[in-house]
């Protein structure tokens, strides 16, 4: 069987689902192919988002997916000190808890009401490339063969994309580049569901541990440890399960479920597009390299890659310089922000817990506007420009 459409998007993660909604929009004949039976489940996530970046992709907030509000985030340092930021102040990770599952379901639930076909339980295992550009994708799905030829391929399949390096893109990460995750939900836990919790400090080599609030009693707690850091995998369960032990608000709850995933936390990519084809998200290293959070970034970039598919069939161009509109696009909305993190990650791995502690105090005594790093440095260079003088090229 050999089919053909306009566009094929590869993985029907939030980035796919949303370029494939767009593509659809644009009036393109668009396939989304899941290698997964069932399209959101496992959860490998925080599942924590901001609220205010979804009406920029076209979601609805919806009691379907929204697990539990929370009016904030707690940053927490290793000797204790609380700094506690409003919502609206917060990063891209901090304003839902969702049930992931439900929320990339209603995702391709929104794509194909758009005009989009969903194939599950297809995986793409290769690429066709024809007169000088990607003209589509082999796949298989219940052992049989056959190929998809398409105008535009947008590759989507996240954290252990093989599309990108196919088409010929270099997505290798070095293992600094990468964070080690594990995750518990913990119900009979004894939490503030009004808040996401961030613990810093050497409890995590090169990362975090987060309590993200999922209702009363129930909490996603985990953690990401820089994979140069560690030994191996496994090691990033025992710094978690080193904390918990030491907190009693969460060892008494009892695990549902436990999770173990990767994030990049590297610079962005310096390609993600070519003739005919386009790549997002996760697989395209959008990842925020300081909080490790990706479904923001996955949706926008996705949205502009099936908006510009969109544009190239109806042009009938599928030239590197019409792709490069997908590349200018999403840098312009988040290149800046991915870089400057990027360098600050390299800064922050470094640092010491007393350090720490001493950033963290600082920054519960300046007035900010809003939480993200320049903003954090800029204001805590006000009153205290020795404690950032590392940090002053960001600045
Ligand atoms: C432990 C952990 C916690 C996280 N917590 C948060 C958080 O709280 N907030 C946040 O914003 N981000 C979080 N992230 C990151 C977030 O999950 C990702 O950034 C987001 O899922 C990226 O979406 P995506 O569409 O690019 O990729 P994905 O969601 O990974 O989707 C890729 C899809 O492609 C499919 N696929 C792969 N290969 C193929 C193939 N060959 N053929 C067909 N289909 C294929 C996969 O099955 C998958 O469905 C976390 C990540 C981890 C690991």
């Known amino acids: 069987m050999d089919i053909e459409y306009d566009v094929v998007v590869v993985g029907a993660g939030p980035g796919g689902s949303v370029a494939a909604k767009y593509a659809a929009k644009s009036g393109c004949s668009t ?45 927490i340092s290793p000797n204790g000190t609380v700094l506690t930021v409003d919502e609206s102040m917060a990063g891209n990770e901090c304003g839902y808890v969702i049930h992931r599952d439900v929320f990339d379901l209603s995702l391709a639930q929104q794509a194909a009401a758009a005009g989009a076909e969903v194939m599950v339980k297809t995986s793409a295992t290769g690429i066709l490339r024809e007169d000088g550009r990607i003209s589509g994708i082999r796949a298989k799905s219940m052992g049989r063969e056959f190929t998809i030829r398409s105008k535009v391929v947008i590759g989507c399949d996240g954290f252990e994309s093989q599309i990108g390096r196919w088409a010929g893109l270099n997505t290798n990460l070095k293992p600094k580049d990468v964070d080690s995750c594990y995750e518990y939900t913990l119900v009979g836990v004894d939490i503030d569901r009004r808040y996401t919790d961030f613990f810093i400090g050497n409890i995590a080599p090169g990362g975090y541990i987060w309590m993200f609030p999922k209702g009363e009693d129930t909490a996603n707690v985990g953690i990401g440890v820089q994979t140069s850091k560690i030994k191996g995998p496994g090691e990033a369960k025992m710094y978690l399960d080193r904390f918990i032990e030491k907190h009693p608000e969460f060892s008494k ?24 084809f386009m790549l997002v998200g996760d697989a395209a290293r959008m990842i925020d390299p300081v909080t490790g959070g990706g479904i923001y970034n996955a949706c926008v970039a996705g949205r502009i890659a099936g908006e510009v598919a969109g544009r190239a069939v109806e042009l ?34 470094k640092l010491d817990d007393q350090t720490f502690d001493r950033l963290v105090e600082a920054m519960t005594k300046v007035d900010m506007k809003r939480m993200t790093t320049l903003d954090i440095l800029r204001a805590i260079r006000q009153k205290y420009p020795d404690l950032v003088k590392e940090f002053e090229e960001f600045m």
């Open 31 to 75: 396939l989304l192919v899941e290698k997964r039976q069932e399209i959101g489940t496992p959860v490998r996530c925080g599942e924590g988002i901001a609220k205010r970046w979804l009406d920029d992709v076209g979601i609805e907030p919806s009691s379907r997916w929204i697990a539990n509000e929370v009016d904030g985030a707690r940053i």
């Open 253 to 276: 709850g009892k695990p549902i479920m436990e999770i173990a995933g990767g994030v990049s936390i590297s610079a962005p990519l310096e390609k993600t597009a070519l003739p005919g």
């Open 316 to 349: 009938g161009d599928y030239s590197q310089q019409m792709m490069d509109a997908y590349e200018k696009g999403w840098r312009e909305k988040m290149e800046d922000h991915l870089y400057r993190n990027y360098l600050m990650k390299e800064k922050i791995s």
